[in-house]
C-alpha cells in the first residue's frame, strides 16, 4: 500500500545544501537551525543527514530533550532559552545551551555551573527576544567572575529584515553587535539563512541559518534553485475521483466557483488536514502528468478539487504534485496563499507520511 498524501525528503539535497552554507561561509561554524520538527521535515532524519553540523539549534527544551532521547552528542542550543531554574537545570542535565534574553536567566546561572555554553542575546532590532546592550555589558562582566562560565559565552541577536536586499536596517543591527562583540571578545552568532546568502560582513564565529538547508528561499522573489539550493521536500498525493461538471455547478463548501461550461473536475486526496493551506482555495495550482492546474473551491479537510481542463490524459489513480520541483516551488504555493513557504512545510501534519530518501529517485 502506497500512503498519500507524502512527503518525500530527500536527504542528499539536505547535505548539499549544508555545503552550501560551508562554502559561503568558510570561516564560520554552522549552527543548523531543526526546530518545528526541521521545519515539519522530520527532525530525527534530518539531524542524522546533518551528524556534521557544528551544533543544532531548536527553539524549545522539550524539542532539545527529545533530540538527546534519540541520542544525538551534537551541541543544541535552545533559541527560546528556558522559563525557570527548574527548566535551567534541565538544560544542565541534558546538556544543552540556552539563549539568555531575561535578566532573570542570568541570576538563574549562577546556580547552574555546568551548562555547556550560553548565548547572550542582545537587542539589535528585532524587539523580541534580547536583552539592551548595557544590560548585557553588565552582565557579561558579572558572569566573567564566574569560573564556571568562563570561555562559554556568545552573543546572539537575529535580524529582521534580512530578507529584504540592501535594507539599511541590517546594517544598523549588525553594528550593535559588532561594537559589543570588540568591547566583550566574545564569539558572535547571528546570519540566519538570509543573511547568510546576501550579508557576508555578519557571518562571524558562527551562522544559524534554517530554512535554506530544506533548500527553500527565504527571499520573495527568488527559489531555491536560484540560489543553488536544492529542495528537500516533494509534496504529492494522489487523484481519487473524476467529475464531469456543467455549466453552473458550484464546488465544494460555499460554491465559491461555479463552472462557465462544461469541464471535468479532479478531486485530489489532500486538504487542511494535511497541513494544505485553506488559503489556496481557488488560488493554488497542482501539477498532474507535466500539466500545472488550478485549484478551485475551497480546500476541504482531507480534499481539493482541481480543474483538468489542462490535462485531459489525467485519470483516476495519477500521482499529483502539490510542491517541490522547479516547475512548481513551495515558494510560488506560498506567495498563492498570501505566506511564506516556511509556514507551508511546517505545518504539515502528522498524517502526511514522511518518506526519506538519498537524491532524487
Ligand atoms: C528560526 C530561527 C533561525 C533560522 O532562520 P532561517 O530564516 O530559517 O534561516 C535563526 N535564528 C533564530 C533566533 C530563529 O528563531
Redesign the pocket.
Known amino acids: 500500500m502506497s500512503l498519500y498524501p507524502r512527503a518525500v525528503i530527500d536527504l542528499d539535497a539536505v547535505q548539499h545544501n549544508l555545503a552550501c552554507v560551508r562554502r559561503l561561509a568558510p570561516q564560520s561554524k554552522v549552527m543548523s ?1 531543526i ?1 518545528a520538527d526541521a521545519y515539519g521535515h522530520g527532525a530525527k532524519a534530518i539531524a542524522q543527514a546533518l551528524a556534521d553540523t557544528d551544533a543544532f ?1 531548536v ?1 524549545r527544551l522539550s524539542e532539545g530533550i527529545a533530540l538527546r532521547d534519540l541520542g544525538f552528542q551534537q551541541a543544541i542550543v535552545l ?1 527560546e532559552g528556558v522559563h525557570s531554574l527548574a527548566e535551567m537545570q534541565l538544560a544542565v542535565q541534558y546538556q544543552l545551551a540556552p539563549v539568555v534574553h531575561q535578566s532573570a536567566h542570568i541570576d538563574w546561572l549562577e546556580e547552574c555551573p555546568s551548562l555547556p555554553f550560553i548565548w547572550l542575546m542582545l537587542e539589535t532590532g528585532m524587539h523580541r527576544l534580547g536583552l539592551p546592550e548595557a544590560v548585557i555589558r553588565e552582565s557579561v562582566e558579572q558572569l566573567k567572575k564566574q569560573p564556571a562560565h568562563v570561555g562559554k559565552l556568545g552573543l546572539m541577536s ?1 535580524f529582521a529584515n534580512s530578507d529584504l536586499l540592501g535594507d539599511s536596517r541590517n546594517q544598523s543591527q549588525l553594528s550593535v553587535m559588532t561594537k559589543l562583540a570588540a568591547e566583550t571578545g566574545l564569539p558572535v552568532c547571528m546570519a ?3 543573511a547568510v546568502v546576501s550579508l557576508p560582513e555578519s557571518y562571524a564565529d558562527w551562522v ?5 538547508l530544506y533548500g527553500i528561499s ?1 527571499f520573495a522573489d527568488k527559489t531555491g534553485h536560484d540560489l543553488g539550493l536544492k529542495p528537500a521536500m516533494q509534496l504529492t498525493s494522489i487523484l481519487i475521483a473524476i467529475q464531469m461538471l456543467k455549466a453552473g455547478d458550484e464546488v465544494g463548501y460555499g460554491g465559491e466557483w461555479t463552472a462557465t461550461q462544461s469541464c471535468r473536475m479532479g478531486v485530489i486526496s489532500i486538504g487542511y488536514g494535511d497541513g494544505f493551506s485553506r488559503h489556496l482555495s481557488n488560488t493554488g495550482q497542482v501539477m498532474i502528468r507535466g500539466k500545472m492546474l488550478p485549484v478551485i473551491g475551497r480546500v476541504s479537510m482531507d480534499t481539493i478539487c482541481v480543474l483538468l481542463d489542462n490535462c485531459p490524459d489525467a485519470q483516476t489513480g495519477d500521482e499529483v504534485l502539490l510542491w517541490g520541483t522547479s516547475q512548481l516551488t513551495v515558494e510560488s504555493q506560498a506567495l498563492r496563499a498570501d505566506t511564506i513557504p ?1 509556514e507551508l512545510t511546517t505545518v504539515l501534519a502528522g498524517r502526511v507520511d514522511r518518506e526519506y530518501q538519498h537524491g532524487k529517485s
Open positions: 537551525v526546530k539549534a527553539a533559541l537575529h540566519n539563512s538570509a544559524r541559518p534554517g530554512l535554506m527565504p516556511y
